[in-house]
């Protein structure tokens, strides 16, 4: 059973960091490229970051560019997201998935509130 178990998040200030992690399992993990979304209340989900198979090639929102860092440990099945520089619109639950033919196929795990407030 394909699973993903999000962890890392809470309350932050502006301007400070985080780093998020995502355990996979069910899948042989590095045979697959991984995503992070976020979902702000009241709003669709939207893609924040990509990482390929080996991690050699990533790619980023506009939103988060610059900030933020995708990378992944294909020994312990694992992807992180290091948030820096965080802002108030940056506040939502932040979900992590394996891309599968291009797009996704798996139900989505719980997830991980990311509050930025002073």
């Known amino acids: 059973q394909v699973q993903f178990v999000e962890s890392g998040g809470g309350l932050v200030q502006p301007g400070g960091s985080l780093r998020l992690s995502c355990a996979a399992s069910g899948f042989t993990f590095s045979r697959y490229p991984m995503r992070w979304y976020r979902q702000a209340i009241g709003k669709e989900r939207e893609l924040v970051a990509s990482?390929?198979?080996?991690?050699?090639?990533?790619q980023y929102a506009d939103s988060v560019k610059g900030r933020f860092t995708i990378s992944r440990d294909n020994a312990k099945n694992t992807v992180y997201l290091q948030m820096n520089s965080l802002k108030p619109e940056d506040t939502a639950v932040y979900y992590c998935?394996?891309?599968?033919?291009?797009?996704?196929?798996?139900?989505w795990g719980q997830g991980t509130q990311v509050t930025v407030s002073s």
């Open positions: 990482i390929s198979q080996t991690g050699s090639n990533t």
């Open positions: 998935i394996r891309i599968f033919a291009g797009t996704v196929r798996d139900s």
